[in-house]
């Protein structure tokens, strides 16, 4: 079992930047590959951003590439999704999940994939 708690949501001006961070506790997060997604009002979640447990390979979903970066801190059991050149439609809420297995890039896209997840955190990106 794994807890995951995120931080560091907020509300920022477009263009603005913010960086999440999800703490993993119960077992070492190195153990697991971890994923972002969000869900903003009316929609269903989204991937956003993945990175496997030795930080070795990332993915990310179009609408973000060149403006989010997701990385890890193994040592302090904790993923972070620095987020830059927000824009309002980057507004949501969002979530940090992890999962034991390994897979393709698609795999990881994928909600079913991820065994755990945290409650989320507000990010509100205004024009």
């Known amino acids: 079992q794994v807890q995951l708690v995120e931080s560091g949501g907020g509300l920022v001006q477009a263009g603005g930047s913010l960086r999440l961070s999800c703490a993993a506790s119960g077992r070492p997060s190195s153990n697991y590959n971890m994923g972002w997604f969000r869900q903003a009002p009316g929609k269903e979640r989204e991937f956003v951003a993945a990175?496997?447990?030795?930080?070795?390979?990332?993915y990310y979903v179009d609408s973000v590439k060149g403006r989010f970066t997701i990385s890890r801190d193994n040592a302090k059991n904790t993923v972070y999704l620095q987020m830059n050149s927000l824009k309002p439609e980057d507004t949501a809420v969002y979530y940090c999940a992890a999962t034991g297995k390994y897979g393709s890039s698609s795999w990881f896209t994928r909600e079913t994939t991820y065994d755990y997840w945290g409650q989320g955190t507000q990010v509100t990106v205004s024009s």
């Open positions: 990175i496997t447990w030795s930080g070795g390979n990332n």
